[in-house]
């Protein structure tokens, strides 16, 4: 067991420590990841919105201009399964061998009835939403649960632009925000005139059931509003204990990217869509009191601040022993994966629960410029030890095409878990370490992430922490602060570099730990 604590002699240790940094190997994601571009169908625009493994082993994709293809993953050949979607953005392949896919309007069950390779019947399984004709409603999805029960989640709409005249679904005049004051094009007025004359909030959801998670039951095409709450709902997961997952991108009502473990009945922050949840108000929402959303909302179980821990969260995915050094979990404790859309990297939360409430930290996994930017979507080989991702930009900052990333099996030292303690944080490796540097490698800082209607939010009431006492005791490191963790904060900690074991250095020294309760 190794003990550090606060010394007087810190010219000769901070002496100890350029010496340590200088000498200290470097870790690099791409000994231990091969990633290989996949050629994409010639013709087709290869902005990707869905993947799925198909009962055969080919790799199920969703393109952005409405196709539908299937890869033999062998020998790289494309076959055309359908066509004419739009813009679909999540694909599920059933035990079947049918294929669920979730457009802009509409749940479509894809079938090859004679046989032939292709898609020769459509079936419409849902479309009991609303749709105002702007440009940002999207339609996130999907999974299912074991139930066979399926989940999407719906987009606000942009105060970028307005609306058409033609409306699917009733339009919601609370606040007396009418249909006609969103109207644009054709004889009306240009848009930007249009709304430096009307109080359009931001984002909003005038149509049933922007901003919502929705289910669908098996054998209905009734949808039913799940959980409210949300802005940007780009990524969905059911994990195996039928625990539902969802990811939304910063903006007004976000603070930061955050992931949620939504309920039943929940709200999640977002105020646009409580017009369509129970005891909706009477008023437009983003005017309602953030005192009165905040007695609301359950908090999200992460936040990722914009511009460092995430840029536009997007699909999630357990983090499998095969893709990873880590350990079989519980579904409970096993970490999750996220890709992301504005940095070439992918996301990992790692679970923790405090006084009831679910909080956990955040931190980067591969790394590397090698997997490039936009990953919207993700999807593990049957033996989970690849993964796909498929990129999308849909005109903001991202990429396109198709990437395999494999993890050659390599050990390496990464954090397995990182739990709040009474004085600080205890992280546990997946290996034995040692620290060379002490006290002084430790950097720390924690803030406040603003829940407000303005976009975004700065780190306030900024503070720099400092590590009283480390202790290392085989794969356990324990951090203890000066200052006792504070509850609403998030503590954004470097850990030294220089910590290594038998594997290899530290793969991921950053974490950012989500503090809604404390001890």
């Known amino acids: 067991m190794k003990i550090y604590q606060k010394i007087l002699t810190l010219g ?3 002496s100890v420590v350029l010496s340590a940094r200088a000498e200290s190997a470097k870790f690099s994601w791409d000994d231990y990841y ?18 799925g493994i198909m009962p055969d082993g080919r790799l199920a994709v969703c393109f952005h201009r409405g196709e ?5 993953t062998t020998t790289g050949e494309w076959q055309p399964f359908a066509s004419g979607l739009h813009e679909p953005l999540g694909i599920y392949v059933e035990a079947e061998g049918t294929l669920l896919v979730v457009q802009r309007a509409e749940i479509t069950r894809l079938h090859d009835t004679d046989g032939d390779g292709r898609a020769d019947y459509y079936e419409v399984v849902c479309n009991d939403w609303g749709m105002s004709g702007n440009y940002h409603e999207f339609a996130f999805g999907l999974v299912k649960d074991s139930a066979g029960t399926i989940y999407i989640s719906l987009g606000t709409a942009s105060n970028g632009s307005g609306v058409r005249e033609e409306l699917r679904g009733s339009w919601n005049n609370t606040g007396g925000l009418t249909h006609e004051k969103f109207l644009y094009g054709g004889e009306h007025e240009d848009w930007k005139v249009i709304k ?4 359009i909030p931001r984002m909003y959801a005038r149509v049933p059931y922007r901003g919502c998670v929705v289910r669908i039951a098996p054998g209905s095409r009734k949808a039913e509003v799940f959980a409210t709450g949300f802005r940007t709902p780009n990524g969905l997961h059911m994990d195996a204990a039928d625990q539902l997952w969802v990811s939304d991108n910063q903006g007004d009502w976000l603070g930061a990217s955050k992931l949620h473990r939504v309920e039943e009945g929940g709200f999640y922050g977002h105020a646009a869509s409580l017009l369509w949840g129970d005891n909706p108000p009477d008023v437009v929402p983003s005017n309602l009191p953030v005192a009165e959303l905040e007695a609301r909302r359950t908090k999200a179980a992460g936040l990722f601040p914009q511009g460092d821990a995430a840029n536009s969260l997007t699909q999630i995915q357990s983090l499998l022993p095969g893709f990873a050094p880590v350990a079989s979990a519980s579904p409970a404790t096993a970490p999750l994966l996220m890709g992301e859309m504005n940095h070439s990297r ?3 939360y790692l679970p923790d629960v405090v006084n009831g409430q679910q909080q956990g930290t ?6 590397t410029l090698s997997i490039g930017m936009g990953n919207n979507r993700l999807r593990y080989t049957a033996d989970g030890t690849s993964l796909f991702l498929g990129k999308t930009h849909l005109s903001w900052p991202g990429r396109e095409g198709l990437k395999q990333v494999t993890y050659n099996g390599k050990p390496y030292l990464m954090v397995e878990s990182v739990k709040l303690t009474p004085q600080g944080f205890q992280f546990t490796f997946n ?7 002490g006290l002084t490698g430790y950097e720390i800082e924690s803030y406040r992430i603003a829940y407000h209607v303005d976009y975004g939010s700065p780190k306030n009431e900024l503070k720099t922490e400092s590590a ?9 490191l324990t951090l203890e602060l000066t200052d006792k963790p504070q509850a609403n904060r998030v503590y954004d900690i470097t850990l030294p570099p220089e910590i290594t074991s038998t594997l290899s250095p530290i793969s991921s020294n950053r974490f950012w730990y989500t503090a809604h309760e404390v001890y």
């Open 346 to 348: 992918l996301v990992v």
């Open 12 to 14: 000769l240790l901070a």
């Open 431 to 437: 290996a034995p370490i040692e620290d060379p540097v």
């Open 34 to 51: 091969d990633v290989v571009t996949v050629p994409t169908p010639e013709g087709v625009d290869p902005q990707i919105g869905g993947l």
């Open 362 to 367: 955040g931190f980067h996994l591969v790394n």
């Open 196 to 199: 430096k004359s009307v109080p």
């Open 468 to 476: 009283a006492r480390v202790q290392i005791e085989g794969n356990v």
């Open 68 to 72: 539908v293809m299937l890869l033999d």
